[in-house]
Every structure is written in C-alpha cells, then in structure tokens.
C-alpha cells in the first residue's frame, strides 16, 4: 500500500500539469521551428513561391495530425487517472495504460520526423546548409537571451 501511495504522489501531480511533455515552444529544429520562423526562413533560403507553399501545407497537415495525437493523449492520461483512483489499483492495466501513453510520444517525434524530412525533400542542398546555419543562429541567439545560462557570456 505504501508503494502505491508514493507512486500516487509522483503520478498524478506529473499528469495534470499544464506544460507536460507534449507541450513544444517552437525552439527546437521541428515543425514549430519551422512554421513560427517562416517569413524569416522563407528570406534566408531564398525559397520559391512553391517551395514555400508546399512547406505550409506540409505544415497545416502536420498540426491537424499533431492535434489528434494530443486528443488520444489527454484521453489516455484521464483513464490512467480513473485506473489510479480505484480502491485495488490494477499494476498490469497501469503499465499497459503508461505503455500507450509512451507510444503518443513516439507517434508525436515520428510525425515530427516526417515533417522534417518531407521539407528537406523540397529544399536544394545549398537550402538544407542555409537552414542549418538559421537554426544554430537562432538556438544561439536564444540560448544568450534566457537568464544564468546567457549571463555568463555577457561577463
């Protein structure tokens, strides 16, 4: 009994915070990278008319998708609630439920993989180097910018 109450405690608080793990801020190199920094992208790379609509659309795709995969994910995280909330809690169901959850997380990365890929199948090779630079440009940028991390490059 004391097991399940000390796993209760890290659990629940974990599964009803705001900003879990599926949540993405738009810094990283993936899709939110991509559709948040299109205009300057967009500049950078010198993309064509085309190029830049078929990036969108691969975009406007990739959040429907992402959308769903966030649905199955809250209603997963609800029923390991339900399952941890029952007077004999069910291990081998909690492991299963926690097994499904993890697989939304593999689903997510993946259709960020994808989206990857399918726009640096539309980009030259001088495109895919120019990307790169952006990217570590802005991550260096933003990694100067937030507080103790930054301050020390200032000193």
Do not use: C
Not at 12 to 33: C, E, N, V
């Amino acid at each position: 009994m004391r097991q399940i109450t000390i796993i209760l405690m890290f659990i629940i608080p974990s599964l009803s915070s705001a900003r879990g793990p599926m949540h993405r801020t738009g810094h990283g190199r993936g899709p939110h990278f991509i559709i948040r920094h299109m205009d300057k992208i967009s500049e950078a790379l010198k993309l064509s008319k085309v190029q830049k609509e078929k990036i969108l659309k691969l975009a406007k795709d990739f959040k429907v998708k992402e959308l769903e995969i966030q649905k199955k994910h809250e209603i997963l995280k609800l029923d390991l609630k339900k399952l941890l909330l029952e007077k004999n809690i069910d291990l081998k169901k909690v492991r299963a439920q926690l097994v499904k959850i993890s697989m939304q997380h593999v689903d997510r990365r993946m259709l960020g993989i994808e989206f990857r890929v399918s726009v640096e199948k539309l980009l030259t090779e001088d495109q895919k180097l120019k990307l790169k630079v952006f990217h570590k440009m802005r991550k260096h940028r933003h990694r100067n910018m937030r507080g103790p991390h930054g301050a020390a490059d200032i000193l």
